[in-house]
């Protein structure tokens, strides 16, 4: 006899060694589904402004200013810790080449990489129940998946969807290696670290992935069978999630991320969240894939008496629970509750601004299990051979409802007229929208993004500034309001001439200038004043905070009095923002992320992360005054008209 490795594997063999027609389909079905995937993203390409910001960062990284947006103040901008650290050591990497084209490249190859991940665990799913059966293996909630428009959008975008794909793909293939009959899973502790490292780096990806990961390593401790088990899984998942949260409250004096505190991602919004999942849902009918799909995975399971994916798995040393939960069923449970947890996550939150961009990780859990489905030949094994031709026929057919509904879907104008309007919901489709704002089929690099409105012309407003300025827009599309620096008094030595750049997109504005232009916004993703302002009750989602430019001229080299502030602002507000500034709670907050990082720092913000995570203040100067407890400065006159 021959030998069995660890795994319960022969040398050489898969551990499921059924018909060549079910392994042939199954690549057959991975590799059309990849190639359709992977023409379609491109023929879509983009990158997003959100994907530039992105870019900002993996610059200055790069240059050694650290993980920062502006040099000198330390704002964690990405959401995605993974993808933008994937993004510097790839622009490390890509030496000269354009890091669009990097985030490109990178982000396409591992969006192909989380469908095939995850066709080829429910492929694995399926193998046990098919062995000594003959079988054609059918692209199921895969088809249905790249069929989606937004799906193929984000692909590319230079946002962190691909790594999200990559990643419950790479997630969902491993925990079903790891629920497989004893004989055939892989049971070494290489293996076992390796899943809980991917199930703890949940976190580093999304912030809302970690209840993702978190379930996982719930799952893998309660099947531990020793204390040596249980302490690899809680080393191998945390430590890199622990330690970097460590960094972030240490660095950033935050406990989440800086988007998280600028989108207030623990608030709630349950009514935007339901019209964003019926802007999802609607102009793709994806009601009706999951009509066609529950009967097609109901008959698949039918196929045989009880399919061994849906018995618990029998194992020695193991008790009632652990073999409850260490069984393809619990790992199929596990991917559902998953994915409707970020479902109602997203939904209660209130959805996004880009069209269907945050429900498109939870459609890709809910499809896991039948993201492949495999149609028995029928030979009588099981039923009558009638009996079998019904269920393979009926099986055929919703297959076959299914190609027509993704041919259509594939095909689906979307969102239709409003796709490029930002109307009451907030909601556009963002590629087109952007397509349509620069004249650009595939606006990818930033040069392309400068013929979006007014940004051509700010890098005309920097030159023609050489002494230092704070632009503001203006409502000329095509110019920018001049704020001019403060200048010493006589005799003083002048200052370097510094220049700030006040806009909402921060990604096609923050990539078409010098790193040494201040680059912030009003919604908090780079500001860190507005980031601890109150959130906006009817705000437009993701874009929910709204600092008034006063603000920013208060909080800077700038001239706060007539004739340097804009006719349209009011000196006096700028006067009160200023002495608002002087609140020592605001102040310690903004020394959290501009006082040089020394030890002293690190440990004073990590005590304080939870005091400066919370912290909020009011917009309205005078408001702000009033929670202070401090004096509102006098008034100052308008200028005498001539």
Not at 19 to 36: E, M, T
Not at 445 to 464: E, G, H, I, K, S
Not at 610 to 622: A, K, Q
Request: hydrophobic residues 50%.
């Amino acid at each position: 006899m021959m030998h069995r490795r660890a795994g319960g594997t022969r040398r050489g063999r898969s551990p499921f060694p059924y018909d060549p027609v079910v392994r042939i389909s199954l690549w057959i079905s991975v590799a059309v589904i990849a190639a359709l995937f992977g023409w379609g993203a491109w023929q879509r390409r983009w990158i997003a402004d959100d994907g530039l910001i992105v870019l900002r960062t993996v610059r200055n990284l790069l240059a050694g200013n650290g993980p920062v947006f502006n040099q000198g103040e330390r704002v964690e901008a990405n959401t995605s810790t993974a993808w933008t650290y994937l993004m510097y050591a790839g622009g490390w990497v890509g030496g000269p080449l354009r890091l669009e084209y990097v985030a490109l490249a990178l982000a396409l190859v591992l969006s192909v990489t989380g469908v095939v991940l995850l066709m080829l665990g429910t492929g694995r799913l399926y193998a046990p129940s098919l062995q000594g059966r003959r079988a054609i293996m059918l692209p199921a909630g895969a088809l249905v998946y790249i069929a989606l428009p937004p799906a193929r959008d984000f692909a590319t975008s230079g946002l962190e969807n691909g790594l999200t794909l990559a990643y419950l793909g790479l997630l969902w293939w491993m925990m079903v290696c790891w629920s497989q009959p004893v004989r055939n899973r892989p049971d070494s502790e290489v293996f076992i670290g390796a899943l809980a490292f991917v199930a703890g780096f949940s976190v580093l990806v999304r912030p809302e992935l970690a209840p993702i990961g978190g379930l996982a390593l719930i799952i893998m401790l309660t099947a531990a069978r020793t204390w040596r088990r249980r302490v690899l899984i809680v080393s191998a998942g945390g430590l890199l999630p622990v330690g970097y949260q460590i960094f972030r409250m240490g660095y950033y004096g935050l406990l989440v991320p800086g988007t998280a505190l600028a989108k207030d991602a623990a608030g709630d919004k349950w009514s935007q969240g339901m019209i964003y999942l019926s802007n999802f849902v609607h102009p793709y009918a994806v009601w009706l894939a999951v009509l066609l799909l529950v009967p097609l995975g109901l008959l698949v399971m039918a196929a045989r008496h009880r399919p061994s994916f849906l018995r618990p798995t029998l194992a020695p040393n193991y008790g009632r629970l652990a073999r409850r939960v260490q069984c393809p069923s619990a790992v199929v449970a596990f991917v559902l509750v998953s994915g409707l947890l970020q479902a109602l996550y997203w939904t209660r939150q209130g959805g996004d601004f880009m069209h269907a961009r945050v429900l498109l990780a939870p459609l890709f859990c809910l499809l896991a299990p039948v993201a492949v489905v495999p149609v028995l030949i029928p030979d009588g094994q099981d039923y009558s051979r009638e009996t079998e031709y019904w269920v393979a026929g009926s099986a055929g057919l919703l297959w076959l409802g299914l190609a027509g509904w993704s041919l259509w879907a594939a095909n689906s104008p979307g969102m239709g007229y409003d796709a490029t309007h930002v109307t009451y919901t907030g909601i556009v489709d963002e590629r087109r929208f952007y397509a349509q704002a620069t004249g650009h089929a595939h606006p990818l690099t930033a040069a392309d993004y400068l013929d979006y409105p007014r940004m051509a012309a700010v890098l005309t407003a920097l030159d023609n500034t050489p002494e230092g300025a704070l632009l503001l827009p203006s409502g000329n599309y095509t110019q920018w309001d001049l704020v001019p620096m403060l200048q010493p008094p006589p005799g003083q030595p002048p200052q370097n001439p510094q220049h700030a750049v006040f806009f909402t997109n921060l990604g096609m504005l923050g990539m078409n200038v010098g790193l040494d232009v201040r680059v912030i916004d009003q919604i908090g993703l780079a500001n860190p004043l507005a980031q601890h302002t109150q959130r906006l009750t009817h705000g437009r989602i993701g874009h929910d905070k709204n600092l008034f430019p006063d603000w920013v001229i208060a909080d800077g080299p700038w001239v706060k009095l007539y004739p340097g502030v804009p006719g349209y602002l009011d000196v006096n507000w700028v006067a009160q923002a200023v002495a608002a500034l002087q609140c020592p709670d605001t102040k310690a907050v903004l020394a959290s992320v501009r006082a040089p990082m020394t030890l002293h720092r690190f440990v004073s913000n990590f005590l304080h992360s939870f005091e400066f995570t919370g912290y909020r203040i009011d917009r309205v100067p005078r408001y702000e005054l009033a929670r202070c407890g401090l004096p509102v400065p006098e008034a100052i006159p308008p200028p005498a008209r001539e």
